[in-house]
Nanobody, 122 residues
Framework: VQLQASGGGLVQAGGFLKLSCAAS????????VGWFRQAPGKEREFVAA????????YYADSVKGRFTISRDNAKSTVYLLLNSLKPEDTAVYYC????????????????WGQGTQVTVSS
């Protein structure tokens, strides 16, 4: 499977963006898809993940209640809606796939998209 992330941009604090992660490949629907982000000088951190069967999406505490992850298996696309954005949300956002049970650690993800930049101005 190959992944293409898009939808990033420059937005003011309090604004919103919708990121997309489009996959090519035959078995996308069987993967868990995760979103991670990496700010300059910081480690890559987990943001959200959704299993293939939509079972209970996972969110980092820092984004819970503001971000929403969803997937459309028919379109082989996962979305991340970013609401109430804060300057500290500024980072490159990556999507990735895994078949592991643990979904919050980047080390278990096998394939990564190229990343999309999100910049939130204060």
């Amino acid at each position: 499977v190959q992944l293409q992330a898009s939808g990033g941009g420059l937005v003011q604090a309090g604004g919103f963006l919708k990121l997309s992660c489009a996959a090519s490949g035959r078995t996308f629907s069987s993967y868990t898809v995760g979103w991670f982000r990496q700010a300059p000088g910081k480690e890559r951190e987990f943001v959200a993940a959704i299993r293939w069967n939509w079972d209970s999406p996972y969110y980092a505490d820092s984004v819970k209640g503001r971000f929403t992850i969803s997937r459309d298996n028919a379109k082989s696309t996962v979305y991340l809606l970013l609401n109430s954005l804060k300057p500290e949300d500024t980072a490159v956002y990556y999507c990735a796939v895994t078949r592991a049970d643990i979904v919050t650690s980047y080390v278990v993800y096998d394939v990564w998209g190229q990343g999309t930049q999100v910049t939130v101005s204060s």
